[in-house]
């Protein structure tokens, strides 16, 4: 690997390009090679993934939207697919539709460290882009592990949250990255891309924050929607704002740390394996990444605390992102709010605490309910529940080895006698460190269950059997990636939507 400092440097100084972040990281993505087979073969898990959370999202509103707003972008062949649509579209509105149902019930991988991502999130633009130019599947998995690896590097190194700023802006850069090692753009193309993406793609965090709405899926999508129109913009001879980082009034400057900005970014060298893939994780359940051990941790501690009208109090000791983001750090009243929405609930960890405690189990949809969540117990319960810091929390979460990093918490449930009962977890048990880490069959089992009742079995089985050969398809082949849906479901759904402009 490769360090390389990025700061903000003043116009006068006329920073080489070759020096700039934008052009180190448009490096990377020209100079991957055929991933090897652990990146390849976890590349395919995330194909499966998103399919699984995209099909279960399909009548959701904000998918139903989006996927109507693509239908109004049909083009001449070929065209991109979408989840849940028979005819084919624009590349830029398939990458729309499709990263709003990847995203919509968050529920798809993870990668956290000096900020947090989502990188399953590149795929969506990277399929559009590959079934419109006549990629292979060979080039999309080449893509696929281009883009996680920049965005891993990102991420690692320069934080966004502490200012306020959305994780998409890495998403776009990263995208692009992908869509260039696929296509094997020429280094200048994915430069000014990148920059470009950059650029418009800076949002602040109020996405995420006080009452969520449904913009929480769209950001992830409007993302690689940009993605895909950079691209397509640079490779027609056009340029960025340039040093979209370094610059005395970029990024870094104004976003983020100021005229002092100092980071560090490791990329690889251009004959290293592209593995970044393989320090991400995904979801067992639908839920904010640090919440995935709090629930497992739940459904553990509920075996020993008795009828839970009698817990008086559960305090849980965890990270300062956990506390902040998720917990009662937020001072958010919504987190606690019995009425408030699904995009809202799933980042209260109070709430999933309560409901887990209660369950024992979770479920992407019945466990948001709104009757769930106004059960008058569960409110009673969900009140009782806090978050603090610990520093050592926050230390493990930041650990610098992936094995040694942490996510989870520890639980202090008393009762109304005075009983206290401890116990924590540090990572999910879906976790590549964890007590039963993901492997092919548990994402196939995941698409099975998220699929039933949307695609019929003999569906279910041709699309793993095509993710399965996924660097064996042609671009014709690539349609395969889309499971065959109920159609007449799917078309009620977008019937009842009010119209808009397109």
Known sequence: MIEHHVRVHPSAALLPREEQLAWKLASVATATGEPDADSAAMAVNRVIDNASVAVASLLRRPVAVARAQAGAHGTAAPGASVFGGAARVSPEWAAWANGTAVRELDFHDTYLAADYSHPGDNIPPLLAVAQHTGASGADLLRGIVAAYEVHVALVKGICLHEHRVDHVAHLGAAAVCGIGAMLRLPTEVV?????????TTTATRQSRKGEISSWKAYAPAFAGKVAVEAVDRAMRGETSPSPV??????????MLDGPGADYTVWLPEPGESRRAILDTYTKEHSAEYQAQAVIDLARRMREKTGPLREVRSVVLHTSHHTHHVIGSGANDPQKYDPAAGRETLDHSVPYIFAVALEDGVWHHERSYAPERARRPETVELWRRITTVEDPEWTRRYHHPDPAERAFGGRAVITLADGTVIEDELARADAHPAGARPFDRPAYEAKFRTLAEGVVAPDGQDAFLDAAARLAEL?????????????????????????????
């Open 191 to 199: 430069y000014q891309a990148v920059q470009q993406a950059v650029h």
């Open 245 to 254: 980082y370094e610059g005395e009034d970029g990024f870094l400057a104004w």
């Open 474 to 502: 042609s671009t014709d082949g690539l349609a395969g990636l889309f499971p065959a849906v109920d159609t007449d479901a799917v078309a009620a759904r977008d019937a009842g939507l009010p119209k808009g402009l397109f």
